[in-house]
């Protein structure tokens, strides 16, 4: 096994880190910049920043968030919210993302997937999944949409394999039911999607304590561990979640 990756992820609205529960009921969480700051020189591997009301307005993602954050780490920053098109991941890219992530225009067009790593390699494409408990889908879990406001009746494992077949590089799940509650990740859905592809997982949604991010792991079959709230109140800091995985076992960067 590869070593096993921290990615702090930077919920955004109107230029502030926000953070809910079951992507409801936002509370600020601070500014980016100085949480991208303190995030790598904590040890992050990776940066995740998520653009969360931009497919709800309608609009583009925030390409001043893009330049302001990048210009300031030297991890790789994953981009996502409101990227729709190839000239959107363009620009994304251009502004100093090293990955974007796509969700809603993806579901809506699956083929800007295949465009997307023809055009500008796989290895920059992500692909997000949140996902609902259902139990008419045949995994248990159905696909949402626009920041988990619209439900859209297709299974979301399903959905995972056809990403990969289409050319994603990662797939990063997010529980819905778990999202914000600090009471673990869904290892079920987490291990649903790991099994569906051969490609690295991002467990998302729920992390709480340290034992959330091993179980994460051994349990779930993730590679990259994303949290936001455990990291942004700073219940608990990167390293701790390091050295515990460490020993525990597992490979990770120190």
Same mark, same amino acid.
């Given at each position: 096994?590869?070593?096993?990756?921290?990615?702090?992820?930077?919920?955004?609205?109107?230029?502030?880190?926000?953070?809910?529960?079951?992507?409801?009921?936002?509370?600020?969480?601070?500014?980016?910049?100085?949480?991208?700051?303190?995030?790598?020189?904590?040890?992050?591997?990776?940066?995740?920043?998520?653009?969360?009301?931009?497919?709800?307005?309608?609009?583009?993602?925030?390409?001043?968030?893009?330049?302001?954050?990048?210009?300031?780490?030297?991890?790789?920053?994953?981009?996502?919210?409101?990227?729709?098109?190839?000239?959107?991941?363009?620009?994304?890219?251009?502004?100093?993302?090293?990955?974007?992530?796509?969700?809603?225009?993806?579901?809506?067009?699956?083929?800007?997937?295949?465009?997307?790593?023809?055009?500008?390699?796989?290895?920059?494409?992500?692909?997000?999944?949140?996902?609902?408990?259902?139990?008419?889908?045949?995994?248990?879990? &159905?696909? /949402? *949409?626009? +920041? $988990?406001? !619209?439900?859209?009746?297709?299974?979301? @494992?399903?959905?995972? %394999?056809?990403?990969?077949?289409?050319?994603?590089?990662?797939?990063?799940?997010?529980?819905?039911?778990?999202?914000?509650?600090?009471?673990?990740?869904?290892?079920?859905?987490?291990?649903?999607?790991?099994?569906?592809?051969?490609?690295?997982?991002?467990?998302?949604?729920?992390?709480?304590?340290?034992?959330?991010?091993? &179980?994460? /792991? *051994?349990? +779930? $079959?993730? !590679?990259?561990?994303?949290?936001?709230? @455990?990291?942004?109140? %700073?219940?608990?800091?990167?390293?701790?979640?390091?050295?515990?995985?460490?020993?525990?076992?597992?490979?990770?960067?120190?």
């Amino acid at each position: 096994m590869s070593s096993i990756k921290i990615m702090p992820c930077l919920d955004m609205k109107d230029g502030r880190v926000v953070k809910g529960i079951h992507f409801v009921d936002l509370k600020d969480a601070g500014d980016p910049v100085e949480n991208a700051i303190f995030y790598q020189k904590e040890g992050a591997d990776e940066l995740a920043m998520l653009d969360i009301a931009a497919t709800l307005e309608n609009r583009r993602t925030r390409l001043e968030w893009v330049q302001k954050v990048s210009s300031v780490i030297d991890i790789p920053l994953t981009m996502g919210g409101g990227i729709s098109t190839l000239e959107d991941i363009e620009l994304v890219l251009k502004a100093g993302a090293d990955k974007i992530s796509m969700n809603s225009a993806a579901v809506k067009d699956p083929e800007i997937i295949r465009q997307a790593a023809d055009s500008f390699g796989s290895e920059k494409i992500a692909i997000a999944i949140d996902a609902r408990r259902n139990s008419d889908m045949p995994s248990g879990f &159905e696909l /949402v *949409v626009s +920041g $988990g406001t !619209q439900p859209v009746e297709k299974d979301a @494992v399903a959905w995972a %394999r056809q990403c990969q077949e289409l050319g994603a590089s990662v797939i990063l799940p997010t529980s819905m039911d778990g999202d914000g509650t600090r009471e673990g990740y869904d290892l079920q859905f987490t291990k649903a999607i790991s099994e569906a592809v051969d490609l690295p997982v991002i467990a998302s949604g729920g992390a709480g304590k340290l034992e959330h991010f091993y &179980e994460a /792991v *051994v349990q +779930g $079959g993730a !590679q990259i561990l994303l949290a936001a709230s @455990v990291f942004h109140y %700073r219940l608990l800091s990167i390293r701790e979640v390091k050295e515990y995985l460490r020993q525990k076992g597992l490979e990770v960067i120190l």
